[in-house]
């Protein structure tokens, strides 16, 4: 399959978590398909517009943002030197994930310190670099309307994303915007799906080379160890 933009996420590996969170987005990322929505009580609307935004992602944490190949650049390159960076950065330990409210969306977010995996974010930004295209007028534009901070500004222009780097925060995006009102009956609802489901600890032993097909939906490549 040919994709039109490649990405480093974190995608929770097989299991209930990944199986529940493919369903809640209607995307399964792994598999590469449309799944059905569960049946959920206690929503303010439908799954499907619920989840419109996030969906064509897939359930994940962004680790390296999307971006197009470089001139010169093969996707073939690309996943061995995503390879070789794997192969020396060390897998990750966090206190867990927790289900909360992160400005309009409702989102999954690391519990305690995140900074072993803002430090394994920031290498890999680093080290992917030059497989990254400079990003169009209309992306700078469309990035530019969030309202970003003079240091997002630099981030962006430098890394072609505002938020890396000391501006990285780990969330696994579950909704698009919502009013409060709404992000709090998803919240409620969604709770007594997840709570036995939410790693505590959060282990990070791999991450996954993604890519964008031609419709806008992500897939997975391949998943590489953290073995440093």
């Given at each position: 399959?040919?994709?039109?933009?490649?990405?480093?996420?974190?995608?929770?590996?097989?299991?209930?978590?990944?199986?529940?969170?493919?369903?809640?987005?209607?995307?399964?990322?792994?598999?590469?398909?449309?799944?059905?929505?569960?049946?959920?009580?206690?929503?303010?609307?439908?799954?499907?517009?619920?989840?419109?935004?996030?969906?064509?992602?897939?359930?994940?944490?962004?680790?390296?943002?999307?971006?197009?190949?470089?001139?010169?650049?093969?996707?073939?390159?690309?996943?061995?030197?995503?390879?070789?960076?794997?192969?020396?950065?060390?897998?990750?330990?966090?206190?867990?994930?927790?289900?909360?409210?992160?400005?309009?969306?409702?989102?999954?977010?690391?519990?305690?310190?995140?900074?072993?995996?803002?430090?394994?974010?920031?290498?890999?930004?680093?080290?992917?670099?030059?497989?990254?295209?400079?990003?169009?007028?209309?992306?700078?534009?469309?990035?530019?309307?969030?309202?970003?901070?003079?240091?997002?500004?630099?981030?962006?222009?430098?890394?072609?994303?505002?938020?890396?780097?000391?501006?990285?925060?780990?969330?696994?995006?579950?909704?698009?915007?919502?009013?409060?009102?709404?992000?709090?009956?998803?919240?409620?609802?969604?709770?007594?799906?997840?709570?036995?489901l939410l790693p505590s600890p959060f282990?990070?032993r791999d991450l996954t080379l993604v890519?964008?097909?031609?419709?806008?939906?992500?897939?997975?490549?391949?998943?590489?160890?953290?073995?440093?």
């Amino acid at each position: 399959m040919q994709f039109t933009r490649y990405g480093i996420y974190y995608t929770p590996p097989r299991g209930a978590l990944a199986d529940f969170g493919a369903g809640w987005l209607g995307w399964d990322i792994e598999r590469g398909c449309a799944v059905a929505h569960p049946d959920i009580e206690g929503l303010p609307h439908d799954i499907a517009p619920l989840t419109q935004t996030p969906r064509k992602y897939g359930l994940h944490g962004t680790i390296k943002p999307p971006f197009r190949l470089a001139e010169g650049k093969s996707a073939a390159m690309l996943a061995q030197d995503f390879d070789d960076l794997a192969q020396r950065l060390p897998p990750i330990d966090l206190e867990g994930l927790a289900l909360t409210r992160l400005g309009g969306f409702v989102a999954l977010t690391v519990q305690g310190d995140q900074s072993p995996l803002a430090d394994v974010a920031s290498a890999i930004v680093r080290g992917l670099d030059a497989f990254r295209a400079p990003p169009s007028d209309a992306e700078l534009a469309r990035r530019r309307k969030a309202d970003l901070t003079p240091r997002q500004e630099e981030l962006l222009a430098q890394w072609g994303y505002p938020y890396v780097m000391d501006q990285f925060r780990f969330h696994i995006t579950l909704t698009g915007k919502l009013g409060t009102d709404d992000a709090a009956q998803v919240t409620t609802a969604l709770t007594p799906h997840l709570v036995d489901l939410l790693p505590s600890p959060f282990e990070i032993r791999d991450l996954t080379l993604v890519g964008e097909d031609d419709t806008g939906m992500f897939h997975e490549i391949h998943r590489t160890a953290l073995s440093g």
